[in-house]
Structures are given as structure tokens and as C-alpha cells.
């Protein structure tokens, strides 16, 4: 389970990457059925992203994977090739996404928009540390 403190943590660890590496986030935290338990948009952050950041965390706890990870498997050939088009469009294949696990059990996601996908997924994986 996600409560809305542990989502506040991981949304505040986010905030702080995102600020040291000068760009302003959206950051999303989803429980494990893949509910939106918290976001927020930094001042200055895209409002496009928004829901981007939603649908990056619903895809990394829908198929426990990080969206990056599934973005290098999703490209023509390869075996999820198409999957973007998949859940009425709502899978992301570009980095921002990562399972949040406890116990050794997705119990969660983070996902994350705003910036370059390195960027994203920089600041992610300092959301979801801090999990």
C-alpha cells in the first residue's frame, strides 16, 4: 500500500532533483491498481506533461517495469513493438516511469515529465529512492 505520506516523500524527493538539475517537473504517484494518489506540477512545468507524468506512472505499475525499459523494447522489431497503442494510448514509452517496491513487491509507481527523457528519469529514480 501507498499512503498519501509515502507519495508526498517521493513527490518531495523528485521536487528536489528537479530543482538541482534546473528543471521544473510534473511528478505523478500511482498505488498499486495503478490510482493516482499524488501530484504535482512545479512552477514553471508544462502543463502538457500532466498527464503525461499520470500515465508514466500507470504504465510502470502496469506492467512493473520502468518506461524506459519498455521504450528500448518497444521499438519496430522488437518485442513490444505497438504497445503504445495499446490501453487507449495511455502507455508511455519514454523514460520517467519506475515501479515503487516494498517487500520486493510493486506496490506502486512514479512517473515523471517535464523534461528530456535522461532528465525524467533522473529524477525519478531520486523519487523513487527516496521510497
Known amino acids: 500500500m501507498i499512503t498519501l505520506a509515502d507519495a508526498r516523500r517521493v513527490i518531495a524527493a523528485g521536487e528536489e532533483k528537479a530543482r538541482a538539475i534546473g528543471q521544473p517537473m510534473n511528478i505523478a504517484v500511482v498505488d498499486h491498481g495503478g490510482n493516482l494518489v499524488a501530484h504535482v506540477r ?75 527523457g535522461k532528465q525524467d528519469h533522473e529524477v525519478a529514480e531520486a523519487a523513487s529512492a527516496a521510497f
Open 42 to 116: 512545479m512552477d514553471g512545468a508544462w502543463i502538457g506533461s500532466v498527464d503525461i507524468s499520470i500515465n508514466k506512472a500507470w504504465t510502470s505499475r502496469a506492467f512493473d517495469i520502468t518506461t524506459k525499459d519498455l521504450a528500448e523494447n518497444s521499438q519496430s522489431g522488437d518485442q513490444f513493438f505497438g504497445i503504445h497503442a495499446s490501453n487507449h494510448g495511455r502507455v508511455m514509452i519514454f523514460a520517467g516511469g519506475i515501479p515503487l517496491k516494498r517487500g520486493g513487491q510493486v506496490v506502486g509507481a512514479v512517473g515523471v515529465s517535464g523534461g528530456s
